[in-house]
């Protein structure tokens, strides 16, 4: 429809090339709302007459009932659209729709309203997911388990602890996507191709009648930015990576060698050849998925990196990897969810492995330093005694007086104290003592529970408020329209 100076068609092979019509149904229903909105706002400022309006808003109407994924020879979704307009309603009316916009701004418009929905969505599944952990936690506040470095066994802990720092770093992820949100939100269209138009439009107009919150005023900025979707799968990115040393951590800890956790059926896969295989595939998934995200940001990075400002056609291929992220970033969240929901935590065994190992010999060291021994002497002195320990492969509050005096020769010490230490510090009066805040303490694990879930209902009014408010906004555009083609 456009190659009214180019002599030649698009060969078979070339136009599949170009074409993004694939791609596009994603943003057939913006580009039809956007569309709609701009030739309201054309004939509220006189620019197009109300009977040539109503012919295009009723054509547009019937657009939204079409079936686009037909074949076709258009390069795209905008000249489909269009082309299919005018055949309907005939060039006179239908040729007036495009009237002081370009597939630039019209395409940048179909994008941002696109990944402002996805932004939402995810914000919400972030919430769930973070719902989920947060009651899990509330549940296993006592649960004891063994904390890592190095995949060593460091401190003890409880679980609960565990499952906030995964909350807390996707309240992060949240923020991240609740910041950048307010970025995408604004309005581009009424940029034209890159230098704007002498037409009067009024770019406000068609912003509110969208839900959004401004325009991005410079038009060469406004065709020519892809940062706010750069921003999009960053933030995508980041998320995944959380969710993926999520997924590692049970898998290591669903293996039979650890036992802490047995994910529920629904979320393994069995093996062709071995019966007895409960294997973690789902998690190994979001795993490999993390890296196909990591793979779209560095696609969308060095593609816009090259181009110089105003449209380029490499921006066309920035979009499926923008679907592609919404679509597995959604499905991640989602399953992580429900598996969370699911998921049986094996108490005793977590609870044997932070007995069976020395994890207290930090909490029993700071003891020593309560009773004004330099942190370094005491470090010492409890290292010689797990040194001890290990050999005659006992507990710690398991060595004999006589085995500690023994081993304590040459350091001076109080071994009635060092003694009323040992048998008195076990795991338990160990998550009693520890209060720092943040720590693995008990009651720690009872305020950070009650603040986080106080966070989640604070983010979830906001998230609500914004799709209400894009709900509405194109409520009212539907009724504007309504009332226009009566
Ligand atoms: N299909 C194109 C895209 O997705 C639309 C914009 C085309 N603009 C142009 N000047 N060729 O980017």
Redesign the pocket.
């Given at each position: 429809m456009y190659r009214s100076r180019l002599g030649k068609n698009l060969g078979k092979i070339t136009l599949d090339y170009v074409s993004?019509l694939n791609?596009?149904i994603q943003i057939v229903m913006y580009d039809i709302l956007g569309s709609q909105a701009h030739v309201i706002m054309l004939y509220e400022n006189k620019i197009i007459v109300k009977k040539d309006l109503k012919k295009i808003l009723t054509g547009l109407e019937f657009l939204k009932k079409e079936n686009f994924r037909k074949k076709s020879s258009s390069?795209?979704?905008?000249e489909l659209i269009e082309s299919l307009l005018i055949k309907k309603i005939g060039i006179d009316a239908g040729g007036k729709m495009h009237t002081a916009r370009?597939?630039?701004d019209?395409?940048a418009l179909d994008i941002r309203m696109k990944i402002r929905d996805d932004t939402n969505i995810i914000c919400q599944c972030l919430l769930d997911t973070i719902k989920s952990l947060v009651k899990l936690a509330k549940k296993h506040q006592e649960t004891i388990v063994p904390l890592y470095t190095h995949l060593q066994q460091a401190q003890v802990g409880l679980f609960s602890h565990y499952l906030l720092s995964y909350a807390d770093a996707l309240f992060r992820d949240l923020d991240r996507f609740y910041t950048t949100y307010d970025r995408i939100n604004e309005n581009p269209l009424g940029a034209g191709?890159i230098g704007g138009t002498s037409i009067m439009i009024d770019r406000q107009s068609t912003g509110k009648m969208l839900g959004f919150n401004g325009i991005v005023e410079n038009s060469i900025d406004a065709t020519t930015t892809r940062d706010f979707a750069i921003e999009y799968i960053a933030a995508s990115a980041i998320l995944m990576t959380n969710l993926s040393r999520i997924s590692k951590d049970f898998s290591i800890w669903s293996t039979s060698e650890f036992s802490f956790l047995e994910l529920s059926d629904e979320f393994t896969s069995p093996s062709s050849v071995m019966p007895q295989k409960k294997n973690p595939d789902i998690l190994e998934l979001t795993r490999g998925k993390t890296s196909q995200i990591i793979g779209n940001l560095t696609s969308i990075l060095s593609t816009i990196q090259v181009l110089p400002s105003g449209?380029s056609?490499d921006?066309?291929q920035?979009?499926p990897s923008l679907w592609d992220t919404s679509h597995t970033v959604i499905s991640a969240l989602l399953i992580m969810e429900s598996m969370l929901n699911t998921i049986i935590i094996n108490k005793k065994n977590m609870q044997k492995a932070a007995e069976d190992g020395y994890l207290i010999a930090l909490d029993l060291a700071e003891k020593l330093v309560h009773h004004d021994i330099s942190f370094r002497k005491s470090h010492q002195i409890i290292g010689i005694l797990v040194k001890a320990a290990h050999k005659s492969r006992k507990s710690i509050s398991a060595l004999t007086k006589l085995e500690v005096k023994n081993v304590m020769k040459g350091e001076k010490v109080n071994l009635e104290l060092l003694m009323k230490l040992i048998q008195s510090t076990t795991v338990m009066s160990s998550l009693n003592d520890r209060k720092s805040q943040g720590s693995s303490g008990i009651s720690e694990q009872k305020r950070m529970v009650i603040h986080r879930m106080k966070k989640i209902d604070i983010y979830q009014k906001e998230v609500k408020k914004r799709s209400n408010n894009i709900q509405n906004s194109l409520d009212n555009l539907n009724k504007k329209v309504k009332t226009l083609i009566k």
């Open positions: 993004s791609d596009d390069e795209d979704i905008h370009s597939r630039n019209q395409v191709p449209y056609r921006l066309q920035v979009n």
